[in-house]
Nanobody, 116 residues
Framework: QVQLVESGGGLVQAGGSLRLSCAAS????????MNWFRQAPGKEREFVAA????????KTADSVKGRFTISKDGAKNTVNLQMNNLKPEDAAVYYC?????????WGKGTQVTVSS
C-alpha cells in the first residue's frame, strides 16, 4: 500500500512559478514510477509528467514541456513538480500517482489557480 499527499498548490499570477510536492509513504514506494496528472473543471484528467523510481524522467506532456520539471528525492520520499511560466490554462487540480503507465495509487490532489 502506498499513500500519497500533495502540497504546494495555490494562487499565482500568470508568468509565475509554483513547486508542488508529493509526499509518499509505504514500504514499496521506492519501486514505483511516479506521475503527475491534472484535471481542470469540465475536462478529463490529463497526464503531465512521469519519472522512474531511479529518478529518470520518462515523459513530459507537450503542453508543459520546457516549463514544468518533474524530479524525485529518494531520501525524502517525495516527487516534485516545478512549474514555471504558468499560464491560465494550467489551472487545475494536480494529482500525484504511483505506477506507470497505469497508475495504481492516487493522492487527493492540490489546487493550482492561475490569474491572468
Amino acid at each position: 500500500q502506498v499513500q500519497l499527499v500533495e502540497s504546494g498548490g495555490g494562487l499565482v499570477q500568470a508568468g509565475g512559478s509554483l513547486r508542488l510536492s508529493c509526499a509518499a509513504s509505504g514500504r514499496t514506494f521506492s519501486s514505483y514510477h511516479m506521475n503527475w496528472f491534472r484535471q481542470a473543471p469540465g475536462k478529463e484528467r490529463e497526464f503531465v509528467a512521469a519519472i522512474t523510481w531511479t529518478g529518470k524522467v520518462i515523459k513530459t506532456a507537450d503542453s508543459v514541456k520546457g516549463r514544468f520539471t518533474i524530479s524525485k528525492d529518494g531520501a525524502k520520499n517525495t516527487v516534485n513538480l516545478q512549474m514555471n511560466n504558468l499560464k491560465p490554462e494550467d489551472a487545475a487540480v494536480y494529482y500525484c500517482a504511483a505506477g506507470y503507465p497505469i497508475p495504481r495509487y492516487w493522492g487527493k490532489g492540490t489546487q493550482v489557480t492561475v490569474s491572468s
